[in-house]
């Protein structure tokens, strides 16, 4: 490997790959992956981690005989867990000579762009100094709706933030299969996907497990995202000797999900707006704005407004729809809504511009749904 960069891998593992059949967290499942990463860390990859587990790790101190199903309990349960987690895997990397930290993360702190951006300053100077970066989702602050729910999708919105070469997705199966295996036992093993199709979505069920969240549907969705900010994907089996290197080889078995980065590969504002934002109102385009956006790649000017909906301050993430109610896209507007009810179309009027082209995201550019 070459030391002029070094390469930044998100590593992220399930609660499946964690924990002993009776939904505990194992110690010796935690050592060896541990193991696994400090052979990456050796090699001189930067490295993040997502670590699921906390519920996991805290349910039976909490008094509950198996994994809670109530919110409340489920959160209790994560902030026993979680400082347990972390004490446990920093005294594994710290046996090697490693200093890990911990980063609890809530969907809202990637819906506000400031507090998203420092996540990123933070991470990067973890990194520039070797330190092991363990991400979590905070559980015990998040409410139903307003979480991430599964660690699969937070990796990949972090892979996307610190501009990472690779996400290693570990979980209880090595890859993804042509139909769900709890269902088919003659499920194939793909082995390598370019592209994610409507078969490839089809294929995708639920987690087969009572403790992981997302299944493979979510390990899906986040392989999109990461495509889409022009990262690879590699999904395969925790506890497989040498898995982690060898997927930063491509000699592991499992699923690779390639992509090459390219132009449309999102840059950071652009990432954030897609997967991150919240929006706050709608602006209905006519037809003409409509083609000018999508064939020419045009910023959206007065003329091509034809309906203003919501409330919304000027800087605002807005969802821009056709006259049919089809969402084509999101961008941060210029004008707050009030003001644009009140942009005439006249010749002086059109010199100004409603939404940037430089800060639109359509569902073309990218062919996934922005907004996962
Ligand atoms: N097409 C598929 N290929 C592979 N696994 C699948 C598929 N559809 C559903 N699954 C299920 O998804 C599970 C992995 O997801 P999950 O239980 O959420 O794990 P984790 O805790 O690692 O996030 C697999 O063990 C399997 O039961
Ligand atoms: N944040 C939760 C993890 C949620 C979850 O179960 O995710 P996963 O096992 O990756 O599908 C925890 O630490 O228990």
């Given at each position: 490997?070459?030391?002029?960069?070094?390469?930044?891998?998100?590593?992220?593992?399930?609660?499946?790959?964690?924990?002993?059949?009776?939904?505990?967290?194992?110690?010796?499942?935690?050592?060896?992956?541990?193991?696994?990463?400090?052979?990456?860390?050796?090699?001189?990859?930067?490295?993040?981690?997502?670590?699921?587990?906390?519920?996991?790790?805290?349910?039976?101190?909490?008094?509950?005989?198996?994994?809670?199903?109530?919110?409340?309990?489920?959160?209790?349960?994560?902030?026993?867990?979680?400082?347990?987690?972390?004490?446990?895997?920093?005294?594994?990397?710290?046996?090697?000579?490693?200093?890990?930290?911990?980063?609890?993360?809530?969907?809202?702190?990637?819906?506000?762009?400031?507090?998203?951006?420092?996540?990123?300053?933070?991470?990067?100077?973890?990194?520039?100094?070797?330190?092991?970066?363990?991400?979590?989702?905070?559980?015990?602050?998040t409410v139903d709706r307003l979480k991430f729910g599964d660690n699969d999708?937070?990796?990949?919105?972090?892979?996307?933030?610190?501009?990472?070469?690779?996400?290693?997705?570990?979980?209880?199966?090595?890859?993804?299969?042509?139909?769900?295996?709890?269902?088919?036992?003659?499920?194939?093993?793909?082995?390598?996907?370019?592209?994610?199709?409507?078969?490839?979505?089809?294929?995708?069920?639920?987690?087969?497990?009572?403790?992981?969240?997302?299944?493979?549907?979510?390990?899906?969705?986040?392989?999109?995202?990461?495509?889409?900010?022009?990262?690879?994907?590699?999904?395969?089996?925790?506890?497989?000797?040498?898995?982690?290197?060898?997927?930063?080889?491509?000699?592991?078995?499992?699923?690779?999900?390639?992509?090459?980065?390219?132009?449309?590969?999102?840059?950071?504002?652009?990432?954030?707006?897609?997967?991150?934002?919240?929006?706050?109102?709608?602006?209905?385009?006519?037809?003409?704005?409509?083609?000018?956006?999508?064939?020419?790649?045009?910023?959206?000017?007065?003329?091509?407004?034809?309906?203003?909906?919501?409330?919304?301050?000027?800087?605002?993430?807005?969802?821009?729809?056709?006259?049919?109610?089809?969402?084509?896209?999101?961008?941060?507007?210029?004008?707050?809504?009030?003001?644009?009810?009140?942009l005439s179309t006249d010749a002086h009027e059109n010199d100004k511009i409603?939404?940037?082209?430089?800060?639109?995201?359509?569902?073309?550019?990218?062919?996934?749904?922005?907004?996962?």
């Open positions: 490997m070459t030391q002029d960069k070094k390469k930044r891998v998100v590593i992220k593992v399930g609660s499946s790959s964690l924990t002993s059949r009776q939904g505990e967290i194992s110690r010796r499942k935690l050592e060896k992956l541990a193991d696994e990463i400090v052979l990456l860390k050796d090699e001189g990859y930067e490295v993040v981690f997502v670590s699921s587990g906390a519920v996991a790790a805290g349910y039976r101190k909490l008094g509950c005989l198996e994994r809670p199903t109530t919110l409340p309990e489920k959160q209790a349960a994560a902030s026993i867990g979680q400082g347990l987690l972390i004490e446990a895997y920093s005294e594994l990397f710290l046996s090697h000579g490693y200093v890990a930290s911990q980063i609890l993360i809530t969907r809202s702190d990637f819906s506000d762009e400031n507090r998203y951006n420092n996540v990123r300053n933070t991470l990067n100077v973890l990194l520039e100094r070797g330190i092991i970066p363990i991400v979590n989702e905070n559980d015990t602050v999708t937070l990796s990949a919105k972090v892979a996307g933030l610190i501009e990472a070469d690779k996400l290693i997705v570990l979980s209880d199966i090595d890859g993804l299969y042509d139909s769900n295996p709890n269902d088919n036992k003659q499920a194939k093993l793909l082995q390598k996907v370019r592209e994610i199709t409507p078969e490839i979505e089809a294929a995708a069920g639920g987690s087969g497990s009572t403790v992981g969240t997302g299944g493979m549907k979510s390990k899906i969705d986040a392989a999109k995202i990461a495509m889409a900010s022009g990262i690879s994907t590699f999904l395969g089996k925790a506890g497989v000797p040498n898995i982690l290197i060898d997927a930063v080889n491509h000699t592991a078995k499992g699923t690779y999900f390639e992509t090459e980065k390219n132009t449309l590969n999102l840059n950071h504002k652009k990432q954030w707006i897609a997967f991150n934002s919240g929006t706050e109102g709608e602006l209905i385009i006519n037809s003409e704005a409509k083609t000018s956006l999508l064939k020419h790649k045009q910023s959206i000017l007065p003329s091509g407004i034809h309906d203003v909906k919501g409330y919304f301050r000027k800087g605002a993430v807005i969802i821009i729809k056709d006259t049919a109610g089809e969402e084509i896209g999101r961008g941060v507007i210029n004008y707050s809504s009030e003001k644009l009810k009140t409603v939404v940037n082209i430089d800060y639109l995201v359509c569902h073309l550019e990218l062919s996934i749904p922005v907004g996962l």
